[in-house]
């Protein structure tokens, strides 16, 4: 099958002209390169705020030590401006256990690495708080969820404040995003501030002064403050285990933590997706490819590797330490229905290079078990 450059979500002012378009509703900052498959969470994300009828743009990998015009070639959005560090946390995506800089980055065309910054969450944020003030930016991805509350950083071998307080975003979506998203983007709109988005489960959000906002099926749990955390390790535990015994239970409370002159404020999750929602996701209009801008820049390893693969569900109950599945996507399964599965399977079949069998059909289980079938 052959694509038009508009297939794929527009990535420059060119592109977004093409369109027919004057202005974006929203714009996405991806650490990652672009690839429109529902593998990889930017392509999604934009997805999801195109089938909700809106204007969106992604800017992958933006250049932050030049004059800054990745950030500024698309303008101004009319709803906010969306951040993500990529796939993985991108201290992860740069260093060794031993703290040794990768010489690689498989998001990245050619598999170069350098693309990205350190924190690069905090970089992007940083960089669109300078450059336009007065507009939201809501932050999500791994690296802002599981950040969301004091952390031990590894790379500095420090307890860091939740990522809120240090990059002042305006809202954090934690975990698989579709759902709050849509609730955001109804909202606003609707003509709903972005500052009043305050009781959207599955978001945090910095809050300053004593009355929080009030929703009556919501328990409060009041965490150790950061404060608190820098003085004693136990208290610090304790947070950790309120975190992730809240974020898997089916009625969650809503967690405060006190950190300098606000508070962050996480709301509790919504339920797992059902199979239709998730079916809705996965059967959004991708062209399973990377961006043609990539075609003369090498391979991306992170697409060769699931080009050919099938994700039938979400959620891991194992909770194994090494790895950050189940603290992101939840413990809770969501499966995909056989329908959905199978239109995935025929469109595999028809890309150019498919070779005759399907190399995956699997997703997150204990010790990340993959089942491997011939068609």
């Known amino acids: 099958m052959q694509h038009k450059i508009s297939d794929w979500l527009p990535t420059t002012a060119k592109?977004?002209?093409?369109?027919?378009?004057?202005?974006l509703d929203v714009i996405l900052f991806s650490g990652d390169a672009?690839?429109?498959?529902?593998?990889?969470?930017?392509?999604?994300?934009?997805?999801?705020?195109?089938?909700?009828?809106?204007?969106?743009?992604?800017?992958?990998q933006p250049n932050w030590r030049d004059d800054l015009r990745d950030f500024k070639k698309l303008g101004i959005p009319r709803l906010f401006f969306g951040v993500t560090a990529g796939s993985m946390d991108s201290m992860v995506n740069h260093y060794t256990a031993n703290k040794r800089l990768r010489?690689?980055?498989?998001?990245?065309?050619?598999?170069?690495?350098?693309?990205?910054?350190?924190?690069?969450?905090?970089?992007?944020?940083r960089i669109l708080k300078k450059l336009y003030p007065d507009v939201p930016v809501l932050i999500g991805g791994i690296e802002?969820?599981?950040?969301?509350?004091?952390?031990?950083?590894?790379?500095?071998?420090q307890l860091m404040p939740g990522i809120l307080e240090s990059t002042k975003a305006d809202l954090l979506v934690?975990?698989?995003?579709?759902?709050p998203l849509k609730q955001i983007i109804h909202l606003m709109d609707k003509g709903v501030p972005f500052k009043s988005l305050t009781t959207i489960p599955q978001t945090a959000f910095l809050h300053e002064g004593e009355e929080l906002p009030k929703n009556k099926n919501w328990k409060d749990l009041e965490l150790a403050s950061h404060e608190e955390c820098l003085k004693d390790k136990v208290k610090y535990a304790r947070n950790f285990r309120h975190v992730?015994?809240?974020?898997?239970?089916?009625?969650?409370?809503?967690?405060i933590q006190p950190v300098g002159k606000h508070k962050i404020v996480i709301n509790p999750p919504f339920p797992p997706m059902s199979s239709k929602e998730l079916d809705a996701s996965f059967d959004l209009p991708y062209t399973r490819l990377p961006h043609p801008k990539y075609n003369k820049k090498g391979i991306i390893p992170a697409f060769?590797?699931?080009?050919?693969?099938?994700?039938?569900?979400?959620?891991?109950?194992?909770?194994?330490?090494?790895?950050?599945?189940?603290?992101?996507?939840?413990?809770?399964?969501?499966?995909?229905?056989?329908?959905?599965?199978?239109?995935?399977?025929?469109?595999?079949?028809?890309?150019?290079?498919?070779?005759?069998?399907?190399?995956?059909?699997?997703?997150?289980?204990?010790?990340?078990?993959?089942?491997?079938?011939?068609?």
């Not at 802002?144 to 071998?157: C, F, G, K």
């Not at 934690?174 to 759902?179: A, I, L, P, Q, T």
């Not at 959905?340 to 595999?348: M, Q, Y």
């Not at 890309?351 to 990340?368: E, H, Q, R, V």
């Open 103 to 125: 010489s690689d980055d498989a998001y990245t065309p050619g598999g170069k690495a350098g693309f990205r910054p350190d924190y690069a969450s905090y970089e992007y944020t």
């Open 304 to 375: 060769e590797m699931i080009k050919f693969s099938v994700n039938m569900h979400r959620g891991c109950f194992g909770g194994c330490s090494f790895c950050t599945i189940s603290a992101h996507q939840g413990k809770f399964i969501a499966s995909r229905s056989e329908k959905s599965i199978l239109k995935e399977v025929r469109a595999i079949t028809q890309m150019p290079d498919f070779k005759g069998y399907i190399s995956d059909l699997g997703a997150p289980a204990p010790t990340c078990i993959r089942w491997r079938v011939k068609t």
């Open 144 to 157: 802002a969820s599981l950040r969301r509350v004091t952390h031990y950083d590894y790379w500095n071998d």
């Open 34 to 60: 672009y690839i429109d498959h529902p593998s990889f969470g930017a392509a999604v994300i934009g997805r999801i705020i195109e089938a909700e009828g809106l204007k969106v743009a992604i800017v992958p």
């Open 15 to 23: 592109e977004v002209k093409e369109r027919g378009w004057d202005e």
């Open 174 to 179: 934690y975990g698989m995003g579709e759902k």
């Open 244 to 255: 992730e015994e809240e974020s898997n239970r089916w009625q969650a409370a809503r967690l």
